[in-house]
Each structure stands twice: as C-alpha cells, then as structure tokens.
C-alpha cells in the first residue's frame, strides 16, 4: 500500500540553527511531493512541490526541500530557524491518475526555543 | 478570491445528532474530498468526488456520507454522530488534469459529546 513516514513526531530546535524534517514514501513510481505547514489552529499552507526536474526545490518561508530517488525521500530543510516556524509539518504524496489522492504522512510537530 | 470555504468552523453535537458540514469551491475544480486530522494521525481521507454526480470512498468512510450535486459543493453528512467524529475535517478541491495542487479550506473543528 502507498504510505508516507514522518519519522519524527517531535523536534525541537533552537532559535537560528538548522533544521531537517524527515519524509519518506513508499511504492516504485516517483510521486509527485509535497510539504504542508499547519500553525496552530489554523488550515494547511503548501510549503512546496515537487513534480519533475531538479531535485532540490524551493519554497515560501525560506524552506527548501530535497527529492532523493535512491532513498525514497524528500526532506525538507531550512539553514536558521525562526520562532515563528513554530507549527506542524505534513509531507504528503500524489501517485497521479485523475482518480489519484494526496496521501499524508502523520506529521512532525516543531517546537523553537529561544 | 474565496478558494474553498467551509462552514461553519466549529460545532458541537451531542451523540446521535445529525448535521452536514459544507464546502464550496470557486475554481471550477472537479475533484474534491474531505479529510479528517486527528492527534498523531495526519489527515486522512474520508470520500471524494471527480464531478458532479460522482463520489467515492476513501480510507476512513464509515459513519460519513456524501453527495455532489454541483461541481461547487460537497457536503459532509453525519447522520447520527458519534465521540468517535471528534475531530478537525478539511476539504479540498483541485483540478482533474494535471498536477495534484489542491487547495484547502480552513478547517471545521467538531467535538461530539
């Protein structure tokens, strides 16, 4: 079965250092990728994409993410961390097919510390 | 631009009570569906729909219906609600074709009593 992991449920990172979110998917095909960001209490902004082309893709915020077939993940990083990053992170993947849904994975909650 | 609107934001029922959440898009997207978000879960899909007249069922069905009358709306059933249905329910549309770019409403947040 297709499936997502997030194997950090929690992280906690320090005002300004760096930090790496963990995705990987599973299934043969490369899918189309995803990073959602979810503040608290509130809906589910895209972070970024990836659907083909160069592997290290850019995002809003400062975040960037990369796609690695070999390894079956899509990471996602950011060089200094703000306390406003604060939020709940969801990678999610799309098999394509008009019928095709967004599979997410149980996500990583992010804390900052100051 | 509205995007996708969901009402209300928050509601409390008491079990066996019966209410519909609503979406609506303003994009023209043919597909849309309904997730659930739980603690530790991530979201996962209820139903869905590719046009008007057309649904299905997702991972997590039971206790939901869904019809899609219009390519606009896709409303949320609960025909006699449980504690279980305590949750945070998103819509979300996209274009068939394509690339999987949907879009996400804001949220209904549900607690059954």
């Known amino acids: 079965a297709q499936s997502v992991t997030q194997p950090d449920i929690h992280i906690t990172v320090s005002e300004g250092a760096s930090l790496e979110l963990r995705c990987n998917y599973s299934?043969?095909?490369?899918?189309?990728l995803f990073w959602y960001v979810q503040s608290p209490g509130q809906g589910l902004q895209l972070l970024l994409k990836y659907f083909s082309g160069d592997t290290l893709v850019q995002g809003i915020k400062g975040f960037e993410a990369e796609f690695k077939r070999s390894q079956s993940s899509f990471n996602l990083r950011k060089p200094s961390v703000h306390w406003s990053d604060a939020a709940e992170y969801f990678c999610a993947v799309y098999y394509g097919g008009s019928q095709g849904n967004l599979i997410f994975g149980k996500g990583t909650k992010l804390s900052v510390k100051p | 631009n509205a995007g996708v609107t969901q009402t209300p934001k928050f509601q409390v029922l008491k079990t066996g009570q019966s209410m519909t959440l609503q979406c609506a898009q303003d994009?023209?997207?043919?597909?849309m569906s309904w997730y659930r978000q739980d603690p530790g879960m991530g979201l996962r899909l209820i139903h869905y729909s590719v046009g008007a007249g057309i649904t299905d069922q997702g991972e997590v069905p039971n206790g939901y219906n869904v019809s899609r009358s219009t390519t606009e709306d896709f409303p949320l059933r609960l025909l006699s609600a449980a504690p279980s249905q305590t949750s945070v329910y998103f819509c979300?549309?996209?274009?068939?074709?394509?690339?999987?770019?949907?879009?996400f409403g804001a949220g209904t947040r549900l607690s059954v009593l």
């Open positions: 994009m023209n997207h043919e597909y």
């Open positions: 979300a549309s996209r274009k068939l074709a394509g690339r999987n770019i949907q879009y």
């Open positions: 299934y043969g095909a490369t899918p189309y």
